[in-house]
């Protein structure tokens, strides 16, 4: 759509909230429960309300929890910083070597463990994850029993559904948002599967991540070097970016994750931008948009933003707000400061 035609409301919010310690978990009671994953602390404390026109905003902090299943995989990986008394939760005491598929055992064997059957053993899903250039990790999964099933990818509170195909099989690329990267696949049926992988470039990159369930029409927008909408440098979902200018250091993509054929699914968009390769000077805008459809018009829209770069602490915010009434379908919400912007130097 052309910037004539589109009738924009502009939210100047202010409510970027820096998170020192690690990322958002938000993987869920049930997977929580299974592979000993401290579940968020959640609560209405540091809700900020803000004024946008035809529409209520309220966003808030997302409280962060300790990253208890990273372990440190090399020997210059970052140490997490230290962690508030009230937020501080136990930890297993493991060598420093141990992996993370080692943890989650330990973790889950409290009890004798009880050995399946080969019919149910037959049936455990399986994950594998394996670093990719720019960041991205391909994960493979597989369980025979859940064929055509959908399954819910969790990644440093990122989420995202999913479907196997008929074999019961599901390949996917995931931009990366930490070094030390654990996933998780969780069929919500009592079976999960996990996998880790070291991401040894993730510190060459900025990523911007945009997560809703259903379809509540919000997208993410990247505006690179002073571009304007629909420009070569305007960056979303119908103009994704290409390959080559990411690893020449010239331009930045965007990944969209979620499959739409699951009922209400969650989905998320994730924009990169090759900056510790950057050929040029300049920055890079990042806008939330909502537009107002025959879906959402009246009714409350939620999202979250994950932040992650090589020059700043990572950032995460959690948004509810109120959707105009239908007389307004056609216009859009335009949330400014869900992300910082990027600023960047010629390497």
Excluded at 193 to 211: G, N
Excluded at 283 to 308: H, K, P
Aim: glycine share 8%; hydrophobic share 45%.
């Amino acid at each position: 759509m052309k910037p004539a035609t589109r009738k924009i409301v502009t939210a100047a919010t202010t409510f970027s909230v820096a998170l020192s310690i690690g990322f958002v978990m938000q993987y869920g009671d049930a997977v929580a429960a299974r592979l000993g994953i401290d579940e968020p602390i959640g609560g209405p404390a540091g809700r900020t309300q803000v004024s946008v026109p035809g529409s209520a905003v309220t966003a808030s902090k997302a409280v962060v929890v300790p990253q208890l299943l990273a372990p440190r995989m090399t020997d210059d990986s970052k140490e997490v910083a230290d962690i508030p008394q009230e937020l501080a939760t136990p930890t297993l005491q493991m060598p420093d070597s141990t992996s993370v598929s080692d943890l989650i055992l330990a973790s889950a064997m409290t009890e004798a463990p009880v050995m399946p059957s080969p019919e149910v053993a037959a049936c455990d899903p399986i994950m594998t994850a394996t670093a990719q250039p720019m960041a991205m990790v391909q994960l493979q999964l597989t369980d025979t029993c859940h064929k055509g099933a959908p399954v819910s990818i969790h990644h440093q509170g990122m989420i995202f559904s999913a479907i196997t195909d008929a074999d019961g099989e599901l390949s996917v690329d995931v931009p990366a948002l930490s070094r030390d990267a654990l996933f998780i696949a969780d069929f919500n049926t009592g079976k999960a599967a996990a996998a880790s992988v070291l991401v040894p470039d993730l510190d060459t990159v900025d990523r911007a991540v945009l997560q809703w369930q259903g379809d509540d029409g919000v997208q993410l927008h990247a505006l690179e070097f002073g571009a304007g909408y629909d420009d070569a440098g305007h960056i979303w979902s119908a103009s994704t970016g290409a390959a080559g200018n990411v690893q020449t250091g010239s331009g930045g993509i965007l990944t969209s994750l979620g499959d739409v054929a699951v009922s209400d699914a969650l989905r998320a968009e994730v924009y990169t931008f090759p900056s510790g390769q950057s050929v040029r000077d300049g920055q890079v805008v990042l806008n939330v948009e909502a537009e107002v459809t025959s879906r959402n018009c009246g009714r409350d829209v939620s999202a979250q933003s994950i932040q992650i770069g090589p020059d700043h602490a990572a950032d995460a915010i959690d948004l509810t707000m109120t959707m105009p009434g239908c007389d307004a379908i056609g216009e859009f919400l335009v949330l400014k400061n869900m992300f910082a912007d990027l600023t960047l130097a010629a390497k």
